[in-house]
C-alpha cells in the first residue's frame, strides 16, 4: 500500500476549524483516500473517503489537492467529543481487505 | 444504526490458556476482520474472513490463531495458548461489499489481559 504522513499531533480550540494534513505522494491513481478516527478507548470509526473531488458529509469535509499528492480533513466546529486520533488510510480500488492503519494524528480540543 | 457488537468488554486469562472472543457483525454485511491494538501502539491487521474462508492475514496471525463463524450471526476468534505479548485490545469489524469506497464498521473492542 501506499504510505501517507501525518503530523504525530495537533492542538485546536472549541469551536474553532481544524485542517488534519495527510501527504501522499505515492498514492497511485486508483487509490481511494479514507479518514478514520478513533475515540479514546473506543475502535475505529469511519468519517469520510474521496477520490479526486473534494467531499463532504455530517461529520467533515474532504479537500483533495488537484496532483492528490495530499489531503486536509476538515473539521468545521471542533469539539471536545472530536478529540480523538485520526488516520489517514488508502486504499487500492481493487483491495476489499485490511485498512493499514499508520501512527494518525491525536487531535487534543480545548475548551 | 446498526451496530458490531463484541463480548467480552474484558477478558484476563493465565497465559497458556485459550481463549475466544466474539462478535456479533451487523446482519447484512459479508466481510468480517480481526484487528488487534496494543496499548499505546498502532492498530494492526490480523485477518479477514469471507464466505467461510480466511480471505488475507497478516504475519501476526500465526498458528495459535483461529476464526470461524460457527452460525450465521457470531464471528469469533480464538488464540489456542495465550503468551504475555497477546495482551491488547481486540476490534472486529465487518463490511457489507469489496468495493473499496465501502467503509468498515468496528466494535468497541475485547480488552484482553494474559497475566
Known amino acids: 500500500d501506499a504510505k501517507t504522513t501525518q503530523p504525530n499531533s495537533m492542538e485546536s480550540n472549541e469551536e474553532e476549524p481544524v485542517h488534519l494534513p495527510c501527504n501522499h505522494s505515492?498514492?497511485?491513481?486508483?487509490?481511494?483516500i479514507h479518514w478514520y478516527r478513533q475515540l479514546p478507548s473506543q475502535g475505529p470509526e469511519y468519517v469520510i473517503h474521496?477520490?479526486?473531488s473534494n467531499v463532504n458529509n455530517r461529520m467533515a469535509s474532504l479537500a483533495i489537492a488537484e496532483d492528490r499528492k495530499s489531503s486536509t480533513l476538515i473539521l468545521h466546529r471542533a469539539t471536545l467529543r472530536d478529540a480523538a486520533v485520526y488516520y489517514c488510510?488508502?486504499?487500492?480500488?481493487?483491495?476489499?481487505?485490511?485498512?493499514?492503519f499508520g501512527k494518525g494524528t491525536s487531535l487534543l480540543v480545548t475548551p | 444504526e446498526p451496530e458490531v457488537t463484541q463480548t467480552p468488554s474484558h477478558q484476563v486469562t493465565q497465559m497458556g490458556q485459550e481463549v475466544i472472543l466474539r462478535c456479533v457483525p451487523i446482519?447484512?454485511?459479508?466481510?468480517f476482520y480481526w484487528y488487534r491494538q496494543i496499548l499505546g501502539q498502532k492498530v494492526e491487521f490480523l485477518v479477514s474472513?469471507?464466505?467461510?474462508?480466511?480471505?488475507?492475514k497478516s504475519e501476526i496471525f500465526d498458528d495459535q490463531f483461529s476464526v470461524e463463524r460457527p452460525d450465521g450471526s457470531n464471528f469469533t476468534l480464538k488464540i489456542r495458548s495465550t503468551k504475555l505479548e497477546d495482551s491488547a485490545m481486540y476490534f472486529c469489524?465487518?463490511?457489507?461489499?469489496?468495493?473499496?469506497?465501502?467503509?468498515?464498521?468496528f466494535g468497541p473492542g475485547t480488552r484482553l489481559t494474559v497475566l
Open positions: 474472513f469471507y464466505n467461510n474462508e480466511i480471505s488475507e
Open positions: 505515492t498514492i497511485s491513481g486508483t487509490d481511494y
Open positions: 474521496g477520490l479526486t
Open positions: 488510510i488508502l486504499r487500492p480500488s481493487n483491495s476489499g481487505y485490511a485498512l493499514n
Open positions: 446482519s447484512n454485511h459479508l466481510y
Open positions: 469489524a465487518s463490511r457489507k461489499t469489496r468495493s473499496s469506497t465501502d467503509t468498515q464498521y
